[in-house]
């Protein structure tokens, strides 16, 4: 044994126990419940890695604590508070691991997902000791890598001068690998999206045969160039025959006008060809007009177009142009100012059209755009250029936690609502809607403008907060919601880490939560916001069953592409 304990003390090294603990405490806290369920393999990763990011901490805790020659226990009296901290951490530990499966199947339960069985906690304790192995690993390259550079200046001078530009050394060198790293992931996924661009200039399916559509041989956009999200936008969605079949009453095609990214070099290029061929289609003659935001790929999600053309009988255009083949990660990270810019000069073309009309002869306009796509759609609507003439209003959904828009909005909740929903001055401007609330009723009427945002309370798009790296999310002070844990728990660095993770996990959610909208929970809101002539609660009901069941005509739950 002693033999064994010296060998495992050379390849592993000095092992300290306080900092351990302290990575042990991030691993309770790790298992605790947050906005998405985790599977074990995930679970296993994040404990793994915040024990080695708690160890790496208390390391650099201590290393500063002797820097500044700060008093130290020693003997007898350190190995006893060293032993208290001990059981107190493992009993904590243990009590949390024991109920993490009861928590996480609550939390799966709300969400209609099917339980999780016992054995997930051996699977989580495996992945997380071989995660934690590999981190402490690295730890110890690193740790080696100073080392030997420290070594490298101790020959040609002091110590403490050593010391120093070791560490700097280290640091730059670690610097550069990362961000080669990050680099070639990025050149990765940029190649792959590359490829996908490419494919997508095929003529699959073919070009519409009816010439009002875009994209046939009359229309001014090219069909080659659109790509596969605008061409399923403009062949998919239900027909005046689909409409007229539900509704009972006539009804019309509806208008989709979509330009790809390649059908223009700049912005307003494709803005304004997006405007010509709206005009061309007759898009100014509907009742209803809307200008939309896709997302980074360029993906319009059905469950949300579909059902608000059978609301108002197909006497409807809607008008999207494209920004970006990247996937949405790829997108928010290095085509943010593209996406802006796009839509920014969309509305800036069609609004400014149609601010030409005469008043009584002209559609509803309104503005729409889910996830990046409501982050580009709130920054191109400038509230002061509507002041003067205003639109019918706008719809967002599942806004991202960056967007100014957004925050601005949240902030002026009134003291007591909730964050996840919150109530916003009398509802007559703004209403929020969920999984659970539609946006239908408010302390008064609607205004002349209305503005509807559709956020589910799990969903880590909206609700991450960097600032919970050292303190807790404002939702995390309220009550939680219908689909939100009980048993939320704030530590400071392991909830960012925890937060991260959901938004990795939030595309793959069950509908309804996380950030998989769906078309159910889009009519409500757009019945609040376009109000169609006619239309009551049973209507809604009624066209919310028809979207469940997906029959033939029936309006889509499209998948979110990531």
């Not at 302290?22 to 605790?32: D, E, I, K, M, W």
């Not at 409807?316 to 990270?333: D, K």
């Not at 306009?365 to 002041?387: D, E, I, K, P, Q």
């Not at 960097?466 to 009980?486: G, I, N, Q, T, Y």
């Amino acid at each position: 044994m002693r033999r064994f304990r010296v060998v495992l003390s050379r390849v592993v090294g000095p092992v300290s126990v306080p900092s351990l603990l302290l990575g042990l405490l991030f691993f309770a806290a790790s298992l605790t419940p947050s906005l998405i369920p985790r599977g074990p393999e995930i679970q296993g990763v994040l404990g793994g890695l915040v024990t080695a990011l708690g160890y790496l901490l208390g390391q650099v805790v201590a290393l500063l604590w002797r820097a500044a020659d700060l008093p130290r226990l020693s003997g007898r009296p350190a190995r006893i508070l060293t032993g208290i901290c001990a059981i107190a951490v493992i009993g904590f530990f243990l009590w949390v691991l024991g109920s993490s499966l009861a928590w996480q199947n609550d939390l799966r339960e709300k969400m209609g997902m099917a339980p999780a069985d016992a054995l997930r906690l051996v699977r989580i304790g495996l992945v997380a000791l071989v995660t934690f192995a590999g981190a402490f690993a690295l730890g110890r390259l690193v740790a080696g890598l100073f080392r030997w550079v420290r070594g490298g200046f101790y020959r040609v001078m002091p110590p403490r001068r050593a010391n120093v530009l070791g560490l700097v050394a280290v640091a730059v060198i670690l610097l550069v690998v990362t961000r080669d790293g990050i680099l070639d992931r990025v050149i990765a996924g940029l190649d792959e999206s590359y490829e996908t661009a490419q494919a997508l200039f095929d003529e699959a399916p073919p070009a519409p045969d009816d010439p009002r559509m875009t994209g046939s041989a009359e229309s001014l956009v090219d069909w080659r160039l659109i790509g596969a999200p605008g061409r399923e936008f403009i062949t998919s969605g239900p027909d005046a025959a689909a409409i007229a079949a539900f509704t009972g009453r006539p009804a019309l095609d509806p208008i989709r006008v979509y330009v790809g990214r390649a059908n223009g070099e700049t912005p307003r290029a494709r803005a304004e060809l997006a405007l010509a061929e709206l005009k061309r289609q007759g898009g100014f003659e509907r009742e209803v007009l809307i200008i939309a935001s896709p997302t980074g790929t360029g993906w319009m999600d059905p469950g949300s177009h579909d059902p608000v053309e059978y609301m108002h009988d197909g006497d409807i255009a809607t008008v999207a142009a494209q920004y970006s083949y990247l996937q949405s990660p790829l997108a928010l990270i290095l085509e943010t100012e593209t996406g802006l810019e796009q839509a920014t000069a969309l509305q800036d073309a069609v609004h400014g059209h149609w601010k030409t009309l005469p008043e009584d002869d002209r559609p509803r306009l309104y503005v729409h755009g889910l996830s990046l796509g409501a982050w580009s759609s709130m920054h191109a609507t400038n509230m002061f250029r509507l002041l003067d003439d205003p639109i019918g209003g706008a719809f967002w959904a599942g806004p991202p936690f960056p967007s100014a828009f957004w925050n601005h909005v949240q902030r002026q909740r009134i003291p007591g609502s909730p964050w996840v929903r919150p109530t916003i001055g009398d509802g007559s401007l703004v209403r929020y809607a969920s999984h659970t609330a539609s946006a239908a009723e408010a302390e008064a009427d609607w205004g002349r403008m209305r503005i509807v945002f559709l956020q589910y309370s799990s969903d880590p798009v909206v609700f991450y907060d960097p600032a919970s790296l050292w303190r807790a999310p404002r939702w995390m002070r309220d009550p939680p919601a219908e689909d939100m844990s009980e048993h939320f728990f704030f530590m400071p660095v392991v909830t960012q880490f925890q937060l991260a993770v959901d938004l990795a996990l939030s595309f793959g959610s069950p509908p309804g939560h996380g950030h998989a909208y769906y078309a159910r929970d889009y009519i409500g809101p757009w019945a609040a916001v376009t109000e169609p002539e006619g239309w009551t609660p049973a209507e809604t009901e009624r066209l919310q069953a028809h979207c469940d069941n997906g029959v033939q005509g029936g309006c889509s739950n499209g998948e979110l592409p990531r």
